[in-house]
């Protein structure tokens, strides 16, 4: 798998400003979804059915997802897509 984590954050935070129209420059690795970023559970539950879809994997929901950079290390631990 030949992948950069860089190109996959960059995508993880373009969905995610996408799916909740945050600004990207927001959506730091370390940002709390709930206290920083004020998501609820239906933000969470849409972020990830955007990224299920666009990298073709599946987040249970036993995943500890609590900020930004837990989405972007899950998909890059899970993703098979090769960056460009």
């Given at each position: 798998?030949?992948?950069?984590?860089?190109?996959?954050?960059?995508?993880?935070?373009?969905?995610?400003?996408?799916?909740?129209?945050?600004?990207?420059?927001?959506?730091?690795?370390?940002?709390?979804?709930?206290?920083?970023?004020?998501?609820?559970?239906?933000?969470?539950?849409?972020?990830?059915?955007?990224?299920e879809k666009s990298f073709?994997?599946?987040?249970?929901?036993?995943?500890?997802?609590?900020?930004?950079?837990?989405?972007?290390?899950?998909?890059?631990?899970?993703?098979?897509?090769?960056?460009?």
């Amino acid at each position: 798998m030949i992948t950069t984590n860089k190109a996959i954050e960059q995508e993880v935070i373009r969905i995610i400003s996408k799916t909740t129209k945050v600004k990207p420059s927001r959506l730091q690795a370390d940002a709390s979804l709930e206290q920083k970023l004020g998501f609820d559970t239906l933000d969470v539950v849409d972020i990830i059915l955007a990224l299920e879809k666009s990298f073709q994997i599946v987040i249970p929901d036993e995943v500890p997802i609590n900020t930004v950079g837990d989405f972007v290390t899950y998909v890059a631990d899970h993703s098979e897509l090769v960056a460009a």
